[in-house]
């Protein structure tokens, strides 16, 4: 991908690129900080989108962008980590004897192998559960490990 740059004398600096689609990006970084993104298509003359962002969003939006906050895995390498591994989906029932029980009193990981990944409740989704969280009836856990120890993990909450 090639990027051009034009000096804006007075005003900033201009960088265009072409996407793969064949729409035309410009941004252009002001000498206060401010960024504009336009995006143009082929079939128009006036941008079909147009952005302003403050220095300190475009440093946020840079940092999203260029995967500070999430990098994405490839489908090749999704499965490849995923063989193996079961997603489960557990509902903490009334009577169950985990009821009012963290999930460190549970010693879920020790005594099951499987990892708590998420707890839907009614008042609240909780993701990345601390290990002081206690179960509460009506939660969905959502677990994540090999097959037997999801298993395990579903014997733990239903009791014996």
């Known amino acids: 991908m090639e990027i051009r740059e034009t000096d804006l004398p007075g005003i900033g600096h201009k960088f265009s690129l072409e996407t793969a689609e064949g729409a035309e990006v410009v941004i252009v970084i002001h000498t206060t900080g401010k960024r504009e993104v336009f995006r143009f298509v082929p079939e ?21 962008l260029a995967g500070g906050y999430f990098q994405p895995v490839r489908d090749d390498a999704m499965l490849q980590i995923m063989q193996g591994l079961h997603l489960r989906w557990v509902r903490i029932e009334p009577g169950s004897p985990t009821v009012g029980r963290s999930i460190r009193e549970m010693q879920v990981r020790r005594r099951t192998g499987a990892s708590v990944i998420a707890i839907a409740r009614a008042s609240s989704h909780i993701p990345n559960p601390s ?13 994540i490990g090999r097959e037997g120890q999801v298993r395990a993990f579903e014997e733990l909450m239903t009791g014996p």
């Open 44 to 64: 128009l003359d006036e941008p079909e989108a147009v952005l302003e962002l403050s220095n300190d969003e475009a440093h946020k939006v840079g940092t999203i």
């Open 131 to 143: 290990p002081d969280e206690a179960f509460e009836a009506g939660d969905t856990v959502i677990v």
